[in-house]
């Protein structure tokens, strides 16, 4: 194949850290008769909600204040899957939210990227209440320098006694992507998400808000807070995402900010690609292409 001038371009990015709310419920052991009058607390962008379970089909309703009832009628469900398909079906009929069962496990997404201000919870019941990704969706800004993405293998070599140091074959032991990034573009909102996303904020009464990182980050699973990160090509409009490159789960380090009398304040952040497991295992770390078709979901 000849080449040809025609082919070389200058392609800059935009950067968008995102992911859609979502949490699990694993209602293993459950029964129309534990559940009944008791909650769980989950929220939208714009609503707090409790789900709470009838147990009999004529259940007193609790008061949770500040919160939106959504009702369960699970009083003629006799297994477990009934008991999920009703949650499922009253959930995703008042919300916002889409379920997918998986045995005893209703995983519930959001169909939006906006920020949830609280945290799912268990509330009354003893089912386990699990957060998946937190919601949120953030423009990085202006960028400086380059845009890198880097996709590294950690392979073993496979060596014989016969051949001495020949490398006969290699054998894949892992896989790394990781995203460095300088961000030019000052915002508080900006700062304050990504520095407090490995530690957290505090806000003293009638006070104001400080953010930072602290130990009580100490032991926590950084997946639950990575998000998909979306670099768009500049040149393409918002519809065409043709050439867009998805890290489908990054976490955010903030290796350091700059200060200086000469130079654009600077956030240096490295993103850290995690697997997704409900990706196509080929494509589960990193994807070039047009990552909002539907049907990108592992069976």
């Known amino acids: 194949m000849s080449s040809t001038a025609a082919e070389v371009r200058i392609q800059t990015v935009e950067a968008r850290w995102e992911i859609e709310e979502a949490f699990c419920v694993d209602f293993k052991g ?24 009838d147990g009999t089909g004529s259940s007193t309703a609790p008061v949770v204040s500040g919160r939106t009832a959504i009702e369960a009628d699970i009083s003629g469900d006799s297994t477990v899957a009934a008991i999920l398909a009703t949650v499922d079906t009253a959930v995703e009929a008042a919300t916002g939210y889409t379920g997918e069962i998986d045995g005893t496990i209703l995983r519930l997404t959001l169909d939006n990227t906006n920020e949830v201000a609280n945290e799912p919870e268990q509330g009354t019941t003893s089912l386990a209440v ?23 293998e950690t392979l073993f070599d496979v060596l014989a006694h016969q051949t001495g140091q020949t490398i006969l074959a290699q054998l894949r032991q892992g896989l790394g992507v990781s995203l460095p990034l300088a961000l030019i573009d000052y915002n508080v909102d900006l700062y304050s998400q990504l520095v407090s996303v490995a530690g957290g904020k505090f806000t003293p009464s009638g006070g104001t808000e400080l953010y930072g990182r602290g130990t009580g980050s100490l032991g926590k699973n950084t997946i639950v807070n990575a998000r998909r990160l979306v670099l768009h090509p500049f040149n393409k409009a918002a519809a065409d995402r043709s050439e867009d490159i998805t890290v489908w789960l990054a976490y955010p380090n903030v290796d350091n900010i700059t200060y200086s009398g000469e130079n654009p304040q600077t956030m240096n952040v490295t993103f850290t690609a995690f697997p997704d497991d409900r990706r196509p295992e080929d494509i589960n770390m990193i994807a070039f292409g047009d990552s909002s078709q539907s049907g990108i979901v592992a069976s």
Do not use: K, Q
Not at 37 to 46: G, K, M, P, R, V
Not at 133 to 147: A, C, F, T
């Open 30 to 53: 459950a029964t129309s008769a534990n559940l009944d009058e008791l909650y769980i607390l989950f929220s939208t962008d714009a609503v707090d909600y409790f789900l709470w379970f």
């Open 130 to 152: 699990m957060p998946l990704n937190r919601g949120g969706n953030i423009h990085l800004g202006l960028i400086s320098g380059d845009v890198v993405p880097t996709l590294e």
